[in-house]
């Protein structure tokens, strides 16, 4: 069964960091690209960054981009987001995802979601 299991978020201040984490199973973890995806109050997902399979290339968001880092442990199956210099407009749930097998079979999970809140 996959799981995917969010923590980290919180209440924090302008300017604050958070570090997210989601801890993956049931799958070949090193094998996917990874995503974290995020949906404010009242409006739709978003997407924010991916990660490829080795952890050695990423993709940003604009939103985003120079201020949150993804990363990956392999080894742990585990799936990081570095948020710094945050803002009020991040504040969101933020959940990770995968996309499991291959089409037509494939199938997308998500985690349950870690709400982020930035407000002084």
């Known amino acids: 069964e996959v799981q995917l299991v969010e923590s980290g978020g919180g209440l924090v201040q302008p300017g604050g960091s958070l570090r997210l984490s989601c801890a993956a199973s049931?799958?070949?973890?090193?094998?996917?690209?990874m995503y974290w995806v995020r949906q404010a109050p009242g409006k739709g997902l978003e997407w924010v960054s991916s990660?490829?399979?080795?952890?050695?290339?990423?993709y940003y968001a604009d939103s985003v981009k120079g201020r949150f880092t993804i990363s990956r442990d392999n080894a742990k199956n585990k799936l990081y987001l570095q948020l710094n210099g945050l803002k009020a407009e991040d504040t969101a749930m933020y959940y990770c995802?995968?996309?499991?097998?291959?089409?037509?079979?494939?199938?997308?999970?998500w985690g349950q979601g870690t709400q982020v809140t930035v407000s002084s």
């Open positions: 995802a995968t996309i499991v097998g291959d089409a037509p079979y494939s199938f997308s999970y």
């Open positions: 049931g799958f070949a973890f090193s094998s996917n690209y």
């Open positions: 990660i490829r399979f080795g952890g050695d290339t990423t």
